[in-house]
């Protein structure tokens, strides 16, 4: 979209999509399996398994650093949503 931007909000910490699976399932207590799976033929070339975010963009732009670490985001969040969406 003209005129807007991606910018990314982040610590700057290595993830890997299963430890960030196994952070939400411990954060919300659930007894859910995680299943890695290979990615359907053809999908290879962009399948992402580790995720580092930099938010020097951010930074730059606005002068905001942000300061929690992943799993503290993931419990606010999942907090916050707990309590606007459950009745």
């Given at each position: ?7 990314n909000i982040a610590r700057g910490q290595e993830c890997t ?30 399948e992402v398994s580790r995720r580092i975010g930099d938010s ?32």
């Amino acid at each position: 979209v003209e005129g807007c931007e991606i910018i990314n909000i982040a610590r700057g910490q290595e993830c890997t999509i299963k430890m960030l699976a196994e952070e939400i399932v411990s954060l919300t207590g659930s007894r859910s399996q995680i299943a890695c799976i290979n990615p359907p033929a053809g999908r290879y070339d962009f399948e992402v398994s580790r995720r580092i975010g930099d938010s020097t963009k951010l930074e730059r732009l606005v002068g905001f650093v942000p300061g929690i670490d992943l799993r503290e985001g993931l419990r606010r969040t999942i907090e916050d949503w707990r309590r606007h969406h459950t009745r």
